[in-house]
């Protein structure tokens, strides 16, 4: 059965902890992520988490129900991250160009906790917030709701799906990573015009894309298609 999390005021430690602090949901959301970034998925447990913050295992336990709701944080911080002092500027497009690139960079700059949160859904304010957001800028285009809700379906899941396939390269080791990327100028870039005629015509354009994030490009192709969308309205 889930813990009943305390309120906050409620659970607030009288004193600080053996670092000098005083422990919030907050303060263990980037304590986390600092772990995560350091020591990975498999290294970030409850213990660790306790003894990073100067405090018992056991009292994380009064701020979250368990490790899937410290996740469930996780990824909401992320968006928040995201978000920060983003304006709207009354351009649809570039406001949603400028959202997807910023929640992209944001998961991967912390690629251990995308992998981690990238496929979950907080219902949690940050998320509801930019949900909000993104919905409003696409019904103020006149689209129709169907519409609406079609092209955000696609640009979050679009977001998170790349941010999550971009991190999990990201999060390889180092020796794996710089291997899977010389692939394609050790082998794909060697196929002889006899046996790979396709393969060996783009090589030299495949050695100089395939190592990049294709992101910015499907993220251009979805627009396209939500402004043509609009034009045959």
């Keep these: ?40 998925r498999e290294g970030m447990t409850v213990r660790r988490l306790g003894v990073a913050l100067g405090a018992d295992p056991s009292t994380l336990y009064r701020y ?9 944080a996780i990824a909401d911080e992320l968006i928040g991250r995201a978000m920060r002092d983003w304006r709207a500027t009354g351009d649809w497009r570039g406001d949603l160009r400028d959202i997807g690139l910023r929640i992209h960079a944001a998961y991967l700059d912390h690629p251990e906790a995308a992998v981690l949160t990238a496929s979950r859904v907080s219902g949690r304010a940050n ?19 169907p519409d609406v809700v079609r092209v955000y379906q696609a640009f979050i899941d679009q977001t998170l799906a790349f941010a999550a396939l971009d991190a999990a390269g990201l999060a390889l080791p180092a020796a ?45 192709m979805l627009l396209d298609s939500a402004a043509a969308t609009l034009r045959t309205d």
């Design 1 to 40: 059965m889930a813990k009943e999390v305390v309120p906050e005021t409620d659970r607030r430690r009288r004193r600080p902890t053996k670092q000098g602090v005083v422990l919030t949901q907050k303060l263990i959301v980037e304590t986390a992520l600092r772990m995560l970034r350091e020591h990975g």
């Design 127 to 145: 998320e509801i917030a930019t949900d909000e957001v993104v919905l409003g800028i696409l019904r103020a285009t006149g689209l129709p709701d």
């Design 176 to 220: 794996a990573r710089a291997a899977d990327e010389e692939v394609w100028r050790a082998t794909y870039a060697r196929l002889s015009p006899d046996t790979h005629p396709h393969i060996a015509a783009t090589a030299p354009l495949l050695v100089a894309r395939m190592n990049h994030s294709a992101y910015p490009t499907a993220l251009e």
């Design 64 to 72: 979250f129900r368990g490790t899937d709701d410290l996740t469930l």
